[in-house]
């Protein structure tokens, strides 16, 4: 009785005394483009950071590779799983493509970036919320998959069912340019 009374207060220990470490996101500064976890055709990257405060960012983009005989080279997106929304990211590597900083002096305003020249795999992009001294206080990673550009992808954009404004643009620009 008394190895089973040890044997559960060292597993209630371990499982209600761990921490989890991770990094708050801001709710003053949202990724507004790319959505997060999307797929594009293009080898160009429009992003867009909405801010509603005055603050310091920094955005960083980078391309995860995985290591393949040795060698790293660019994530299959087209075999990328994931587990409840989220990328099994263990055993990537981050490789930097972009960096820039924004710093915003009114309640509204937007940081615009665009990214040329990305060949297909997969992108994380990493908005930090920075302090005074330029230190990280939120952080929050978005991906991205980058796909080539097929006529079948191309054909697809105007089937998708779409909601709100995005359906309203659809019918608008099919209404102006046909079929």
């Known amino acids: 009785m008394k190895k089973m009374v040890i044997v559960l207060v060292v597993v209630l220990s371990l499982m209600f005394g761990t921490t989890v470490a991770h990094a708050e996101e801001d709710p003053n500064v949202v990724l507004v483009n790319p959505a997060s976890n999307s797929t594009i055709y293009s080898n160009n990257l429009l992003i867009s950071v909405k801010l509603t405060q005055p603050k310091t960012i920094k955005v960083s983009v980078f391309e995860e590779k995985q290591i393949v005989n040795g060698t790293l080279s660019a994530v299959n997106v087209n075999t990328l799983t994931t587990t409840k929304g989220s990328i099994n ?3 990537l590597t981050s490789v930097p493509v972009t960096s820039a900083t924004f710093t915003s002096k009114n309640n509204l305003s937007f940081f615009t970036k665009q990214v040329n020249n990305l060949k297909p795999g ?3 992009i990493r908005i930090d919320t920075l302090d ?3 230190n990280a206080v939120y952080t929050s990673d978005s991906y991205v998959a980058v796909k080539e550009k097929t006529e079948e992808a191309e054909a697809k954009i105007f089937e998708t069912p779409q909601s709100g404004t995005m359906q309203f643009l659809q019918n608008l620009l099919k209404t102006i340019f046909g079929d």
């Open 122 to 124: 997969l992108y994380r």
């Open 89 to 91: 990211n263990a055993s």
């Open 132 to 134: 005074g001294s330029l």
